[in-house]
Nanobody
């Protein structure tokens, strides 16, 4: 069973930065995509950023220009660099991987809390 583990969450003031990290017991190079989702209290889980193995990247409109997803192939880790954080970015952030483009198996981490507050 592939496991994903997130780290790097915490409390930050508005305008600050955080970098989330995701490691896997598998190999991200063997997955179709890797991404970050978030879920705020009372809200549905939403896709924040995703990076496919073909190089295609996706960002939610709410984070474009502020968040960057990066994959470190050598260290088999994926990062989400979050800059200019806003209170509305407060949520539990989840790392996700998809095994293939179609009929995929989804893998999820346990989540890491990000709180943006003064």
């Amino acid at each position: 069973q592939v496991q994903l583990v997130e780290s790097g969450g915490g409390l930050v003031q508005p305008g600050g930065s955080l970098r989330l990290s995701c490691t896997t017991s598998g190999n991200f190079n063997n997955f179709y995509s890797v991404g970050w989702y978030r879920q705020a209290p009372g809200e549905e889980r939403e896709l924040v950023a995703r990076l496919n193995n073909d190089g295609f990247s996706y960002y939610a409109d709410s984070v474009k220009g502020r968040f960057t997803i990066v994959r470190d192939r050598d260290k088999n880790r994926v990062f989400l660099q979050m800059n200019s954080l806003k209170p509305e970015d407060t949520a539990v952030y989840y790392c996700n991987s998809e095994s293939s483009r179609f009929q995929s198996i989804s893998y999820w981490g346990q989540g890491t809390q990000v709180t943006v507050s003064s």
